[in-house]
């Protein structure tokens, strides 16, 4: 957008739409347009870390604060006659994006670790309820998110469950080092005639951060009777291609806040039809408890709700991009490969994986 | 003349101007549709940034531009040397302006605390803050800013600036509450949350063996929704056995509560069970009443339960508040409702002595898992925690009426309990408890004839008052006792006084029943 400065009609108004002084000559949104979309990150700062905190766009900012206004004008009518369908629209958006069956298995919560609360109280029940042996294994990786490692020790190893964290090779140089080492993890969770329950395996790790070949890993837990897998893809939406259908998991959550534009916070927790969709329940307990999950994570209590409400906001603000969330995802993996080697070359260290293992985050080592 | 009278006067006397004031006041929200100031705090379409923050207490620039107009009828004090101007008189300028008199008060004005709640949906009657709460521009404007911090450099905010925030909102509210600690105060999103904390550790402790199957939980029959599901999420499925309180309704005394409750803990201690938990709400949700928590307590201290938690949604800002005096283990109240907290955000009080202190979780495990409650709740992943920080304006805020907190909650109190009495004089029906058991909100029967005879036909008749009348008031359904009269009152409406409502939204109710008892209405009318 062209500053208001620019035109002397504006008055220094700068609160309705103005009309840019040239022609566009793309239909795309323009390189000032991107710098004024995120004019309110502060100056001055080299902010290479999308990852951690993600990023939002004015554009859906102020879609977000509108949503906020309608809700504090007349709460009431908003509860009754507007949230619930606006949810839904942004779940059958998700839904669509990521190659799900159907809307019933897609639910909005705050972030993947509320996701990863939902996944493992569920486990938790299994053991406190009789229904797994004191001893069955969840496996997952070492370099696991630390919030997932914590939740796993509240709700898993408290209830008795064991856990094995499957070590994660780093550097890596291919994706069959991961899977040697998942297997080995597999081993061990089924050492002892134990039945390893739940396999959590991250799309993106964290740090070190790599792209996991799941769809692989996922294949090789149902050929080795893993009971359940839950995905934690907490960077993968906006950053990789995720379609659930390909990927085969029980479980898969992403944020949509780190790097598909959304506001804080907002995430998607995908949940494979089956019986056991049924007995998850969001730890938040309101009175549509017993209604399924995403009914259930639609109202946890008076909040505001408006971050699960900008998704086809965000969708139009990627569109507006060349190749929308493609051309994105793309653009930004070539350019973090290439100034991963830069960096790498500029201070004569290494990257910690090769190029396709990494989507738009890469590993850079610094020097010694 | 009480501010009410006067107001009532006004009407009566010069019913033109009066309703020439209100017009003016409905023209003002269709006028702020179309207009958007440079630093309006609450415009939508281009984010804009707000304004830098501002250490003094006046109102925003934004807020300023409404100020000259006329003082609304709709509040409490009419300044008669406020001239009324034409209406929408300079709207379309924006520079800040200037009032042109000087307040004679130190306090908040009536057109001050208008323009705080512009964004109000000014056309409907709005009489039920006790649902979703209510937050002044100003306000609004604060969070903004932490909002605006955050997303300018999310890293630094939360390496450097979160964790203090969320401390200063704590320690406030520990002054506020009583509490001997800080490390006992906690906040949350809202109540459900703080319900599902203390019940999830309730749950665990039958899961692992601490308590037999069968030991009871013991609640209201009142209590809220979600938290009747939330003991059936993690006690009754952990093997615990519930126990509901049968309250009456009417109510007429504290004693009819207290005997009630001794009844239910005799249950609960049948067969060798252990109590391990009572909840008791402080102001039930529906019906409306204010509970004698500090007796109860007391005898549940005698009748050795375990632990008691308060839920206490709606107190803070409408009753008084204080962990030492009320002596319960948990004790949760939102901030959003009574105490003008953007949505959404509650405090959960745990006395440090309280044996399972150490042991209470959040749900949503983060890193900080182990840490203490309180430093869990500060971190549950990435998440707008903005309405947590805003309380240290808040403060602000409230410190701008008259008598602060205190004089809003009598002022309230003295307002609901005037407009109960006249509703219940229009319709003929009674109040549904004396008004020293009501506190922001109190219930007023409905005419009987009006057919209500089930909790369909309260939300059916509510959409139709919201929809047909733009009057937005909960009803709950009172099923007549036997050897009670048809046709007497079967329905209550539970009304809420909030420093923004006007008499006149309590007269549009009075008018619009009055109306559906004149055209025959009854609620099997109703699709």
Not at chain 1, 35 to 62: K, M, T, Y
Not at chain 1, 142 to 168: F, M, N, P, W
Not at chain 1, 194 to 215: C, E, G, N, Q, Y
Request: proline share 6%; glycine share 6%; hydrophobic share 40%.
């Amino acid at each position: 957008m062209d500053s208001p400065h620019d035109d002397p009609r504006q008055n220094g108004d700068s609160t309705h739409n103005h009309v840019p002084k040239k022609p566009k000559l793309s239909p795309f949104i323009s390189e000032p347009e991107i710098r004024d979309e995120f004019s309110h990150h502060q100056p001055g700062i080299a902010r290479l870390n999308n990852g951690s905190f993600g990023s939002c766009p004015r554009s859906i900012l102020a879609a977000q604060q509108k949503w906020q206004l309608q809700f504090l004008q007349q709460p009431d009518d908003f509860y009754y006659n507007h949230l619930r369908n606006a949810i839904l629209q942004s779940r059958t958006l998700i839904k669509n994006l990521i190659n799900a069956e159907d809307v019933d298995e897609v639910s909005l919560v705050d972030n993947a670790t509320t996701a990863a609360a939902i996944v493992l109280q569920q486990i938790g029940w299994g053991f406190a309820e009789g229904k797994f042996n004191k001893g069955d294994a969840v496996v997952m990786l070492h370099c696991a998110y630390d919030a997932v490692k914590k939740s796993s020790k509240a709700y898993v190893t408290r209830a008795g469950g064991s856990v094995i964290e499957v070590q994660l090779p780093f550097p890596v140089n291919s994706n069959e080092e991961i899977i040697v080492q998942f297997r080995k993890g597999l081993e061990k969770g089924k050492a002892n005639g134990r039945k390893v329950r739940l396999a959590m395996i991250d799309h993106i790790t964290a740090l070190p951060s790599v792209v996991v070949p799941v769809a692989e890993l996922v294949k090789i837990c149902r050929e080795e009777g893993v009971d359940q897998v839950f995905v934690d893809a907490a960077h993968a939406m906006g950053n990789v291609r995720v379609d659930v259908e390909e990927i085969g998991a029980d479980f898969y959550v992403s944020n949509l806040h780190k790097w598909f534009f959304c506001p804080p916070a907002v995430a998607f927790l995908y949940c494979r039809k089956s019986n056991l969709s049924s007995e998850l329940h969001h730890p938040v307990v309101s009175h549509e408890y017993g209604n399924g999950l995403p009914i259930e994570s639609s109202w946890i209590g008076t909040r505001d709700y408006s971050s699960q409400l900008v998704v086809p906001s965000a969708l139009e603000f990627v569109n507006r991009f060349e190749g929308g969330i493609e051309g994105i995802m793309k653009k930004n993996h070539d350019a973090v490969v290439k100034m991963g080697e830069m960096l790498a070359k500029s201070w004569g260290t290494n990257l910690g994986s090769p190029p396709d293992m990494c989507a738009s985050m890469i590993m850079v080592g610094l020097p010694s | 003349m009480s501010s009410l009278l006067l107001r009532k006067w006004t009407s009566q006397c010069y019913p033109e101007v009066f309703k020439a004031l209100i017009f003016s006041c409905l023209s003002l929200s269709e006028i702020l549709g179309r207009i958007r100031p440079i630093h309006s705090t609450l415009s939508h379409g281009d984010f804009l940034l707000p304004p830098p923050p501002s250490p003094s207490p006046s109102p925003s620039p934004s807020l300023q531009t409404l100020t000259h107009l006329p003082s609304m009828a709709s509040h409490h004090h009419h300044h008669p040397q406020e001239d009324p101007e034409p209406n929408g008189a300079t709207i379309n300028n924006n520079h800040h302006h200037i009032p042109k008199k000087p307040k004679l008060t130190p306090f908040i004005s009536d057109s001050e605390i208008c323009s705080e709640f512009a964004h109000h949906d000014l056309g409907t009657a709005r009489i039920n803050n006790g649902s979703f709460g209510c937050c002044p521009g100003s306000i609004i404007a604060a969070q903004r800013d932490w909002q605006l911090q955050y997303l300018k450099q999310p890293d630094h905010f939360y390496f450097n600036c979160l964790r203090t925030g969320i401390l200063r909102s704590r320690t406030i509210i520990k002054d506020l509450i009583n509490a001997e600690h800080v490390d006992e105060v906690s906040l949350v999103d809202n109540a459900t949350t703080a319900a599902a904390i203390i019940l999830q550790q309730i749950g665990w402790a039958f899961a692992e063996g601490r308590f037999q199957k069968g030991d009871a939980v013991v609640m209201l029959h009142y209590a809220y929704g979600a938290v009747k599901k939330s003991i059936e999420a993690y006690v009754s499925r952990a093997g615990g056995y519930v126990i509901e309180v049968q309250l009456p309704f009417p109510l007429s005394s504290n004693d009819e509560i207290v005997n009630e409750f001794r009844k239910a803990l005799e249950r609960g201690k049948r067969n060798g069970r252990r109590v391990r938990l009572a909840v008791i709400d402080h102001i039930t949700s529906m019906p409306c009443v204010v509970i004698p928590v500090k007796e109860l307590v007391k005898i549940c201290r005698e009748e050795a339960v375990d632990q008691v938690f308060v839920d206490a949604a709606h107190a803070i800002g409408c009753t008084d508040v204080d962990m030492k005096e009320i002596g319960a283990d948990f004790y949760t109240s939102n901030l959003h409702k009574w105490f003008f907290c953007p949505p959404s955000v509650a405090f959960l009080y745990c006395r440090k002595l309280a044996s399972t202190h150490s042991d209470l979780h959040h749900p949503v495990v983060s890193h900080e898992y182990g840490n203490g409650l309180a430093i869990e709740s500060g971190w549950i992943g990435t998440r707008d925690y903005s309405a947590q920080l805003v309380v240290p304006s808040v403060m602000e805020f409230i410190d701008r009426f008259e008598g602060g907190i205190e004089g809003i909650k009598k002022r309230n109190h003295d307002a609901v309990v005037e407009m109960g009495e006249m509703l219940v004089n229009a319709w003929g029906t009674n109040l549904g408890c004396p008004p020293d058991m009501c506190a922001s909100m109190i219930m007023v029967g409905l005419p009987g004839c009006l057919g209500i005879s089930s909790d369909l036909d309260c939300l059916k008749l509510r959409t139709h008052l919201r929809e047909s009348f733009r009057v937005e008031v909960p009803i709950y359904y009172r099923a007549p006792k036997d050897g009670e009269e048809i046709g007497s009152v079967s329905g209550y409406a539970r009304i809420s006084h909030q420093v923004y409502n006007t008499v006149d939204d309590y007269y549009r109710f009075r008018d619009a029943i009055n109306q559906l008892v004149h055209d025959g209405f009854t609620c099997a009318l109703l699709p």
